[in-house]
């Protein structure tokens, strides 16, 4: 094998073993919990220990319709994080910091980076990202503070029904951002076929529950430090309730 065929086969194993990271790294979203609002971090179905994780959450912010900072807090209960909704925001924005992950040649994920793990395919930071739209807006959601990588529909009001249509926009430090990859439905289908954002940063998709709906949004940026990392993975979602018909 020449060397411009090695060089070839290397980037896109490289490449194939960043996209299969993406696909299936954890992120955190919004979600009811016995009649209260929950920060969930997990994966399709699994949403996994948060109380565990409650340290590497940055920040926690609340939002009127017009995208007035409105007072909120976490709850740090046995087994969830609930958020204080007494203010009653329309909207509310996290951030977590996962740390730096390596992935070693057998397949395992270390809490470390490539310095410490010399063999490693891919070393990542990453940063998770989560914005709830509680009700309808009165105007497109707004960039809100700390969110990096952020899901934006592009009209104000939300579909009413699944199967509609919805145009959004993924923002990467407050820029729209071609390539994003981007998950109709990151709760019950999180191996779906990845969509990706046109230059304007848009991207179409069929709303997929009359229920809850949490869509995610994956970007690569370069690495902060290239010593310890391949990349920075910046995983957002978006989640938005459709109401079921009156009982």
Do not use: C
Request: aromatic share 6%; glycine share 6%; hydrophobic share 45%.
């Amino acid at each position: 094998m020449n060397n411009i065929t090695k060089f070839v086969t290397t980037a896109a194993l490289a490449a194939s073993l960043l996209a299969s990271a993406a696909t299936h790294a954890h992120g955190i979203w919004f979600a009811q919990r016995n009649n209260q609002l929950a920060l969930l971090y997990g994966i399709g179905a699994d949403d996994l220990d948060m109380v565990k994780r409650f340290s590497m959450v940055k920040s926690i912010a609340g939002f009127d319709a017009t995208g007035k900072p409105v007072p909120t807090s976490l709850i740090k209960t046995d087994h969830l994080i609930l958020v204080d909704t007494e203010n009653q925001p329309a909207l509310v924005a996290a951030v977590l910091d996962n740390g730096t992950w390596s992935k070693t040649p057998e397949g395992k994920w270390l809490k470390k980076g490539k310095d410490e793990v010399p063999d490693a395919v891919v070393s990542e930071q990453n940063y998770k990202y989560a914005v709830l739209i509680r009700g309808q807006m009165t105007a497109p959601l707004p960039l809100l503070p700390g969110q990096t990588l952020q899901i934006l529909p592009v009209d104000a009001t939300l579909p009413a029904l699944l199967g509609q249509s919805m145009k959004l926009r993924v923002m990467y430090q407050g820029k729209p951002v071609a390539g994003a990859r981007v998950l109709h439905d990151w709760i019950n289908d999180p191996d779906s076929e990845q969509l990706k954002t046109s230059a304007d940063g848009t991207v179409t998709i069929k709303v997929r529950n009359q229920g809850l709906n949490v869509v995610v949004a994956i970007f690569n940026s370069p690495p902060e430090d290239p010593k310890k990392t391949n990349t920075v993975e910046h995983l957002a979602s978006l989640s938005f309730v459709l109401p079921h018909a009156p009982e």
